[in-house]
């Protein structure tokens, strides 16, 4: 087993270092083949600097991937994917509000049947806000794809690389893990989550419940449902034609 982490960052020059220092730190007593893949989306604060200096030349099997301007939260993971080189990819968040040393209960549930596996926000330590966007998020796509995971934008998953030749993902934005998800579920593929300790953000600013970010969620979503609807369509045509 070989296993790329991804971790996307957005101005998180306050945890930047300390979520890279777990991460290694984690990664290290796996006995695993790893490279770790930190992605600075546009940081409009020393994020990038931080990282070139501070995390790349002692972390091993570290790699810095940057883009300029910000692409936001998808378009950093996508790129973050395409630079992974192992046959499993997780990726965590830079804000620590995960324990990656958790990483083995997601990893353990990675059966041979299974092509992802999510953590789950059980006790979810965001605002209200965020909380309540999270159910209406939730409780919309459920009604549009039907059931996936309990936690469908846990920001804490791994999943088999392959699984990415198969699937289409266009979201530069907050749907890329729905995008996933419902992709992965409409062709067959298996997934299941496992409840995961999450943490208050104790510094930097979440960009989520930001009104854009929302409104370009839902609409995106909307199309997203459009073109998954025509895609399967096609399919089914195309092997009914066969």
């Keep these: 087993m070989s296993l790329s982490i991804v971790i996307p960052a957005y101005n998180e020059e306050a945890n930047v270092v300390a979520a890279v220092e777990e991460v290694a730190r984690v990664a290290q007593t796996l006995g695993v083949d790893y490279e770790i893949i930190l ?26 991937v940057e883009h300029f301007p910000n692409r936001g939260y998808g378009g950093a993971l996508k790129a973050g994917f395409a630079a ?27 059966t041979s049947e299974m092509t992802l596996v999510s953590g789950w926000r059980v006790n979810r330590q965001d605002p209200p806000i965020r909380r309540l966007n999270g159910m209406g998020w ?16 846990c920001g804490f998953k791994v999943f088999r690389r392959e699984a990415l030749h198969h699937i289409h993902i ?3 934005g907050a749907m890329i893990d729905t995008e996933m998800l419902a992709e992965l579920k409409a062709r067959g593929y298996r997934m299941t989550d496992v409840p995961v300790t999450h943490l208050p953000r104790t510094a930097g600013s979440p960009t989520g419940a930001n009104l854009k970010v929302i409104l370009r969620a839902f ?8 073109r998954l609807w025509r895609e399967l369509r096609d399919e089914q045509r195309a092997a009914q034609a066969r």
């Design 39 to 64: 992605v600075n989306d546009g940081s409009r604060d020393r994020t990038g600097e931080i990282v070139r200096t501070e995390c790349a030349p002692r972390i091993p099997n570290f790699r810095l």
């Design 170 to 172: 266009e979201s530069n």
């Design 219 to 226: 609409r995106d979503l909307f199309k997203f449902r459009l």
């Design 84 to 110: 992974a080189t192992k046959d499993l990819i997780a990726f965590t968040a830079a804000d620590q509000q995960f324990k990656f040393s958790e990483i083995n209960l997601l990893i353990t549930k990675l």
């Design 138 to 153: 939730n409780t919309v796509v459920r009604i549009l794809f039907g059931r996936t995971i309990h936690d469908i934008d």
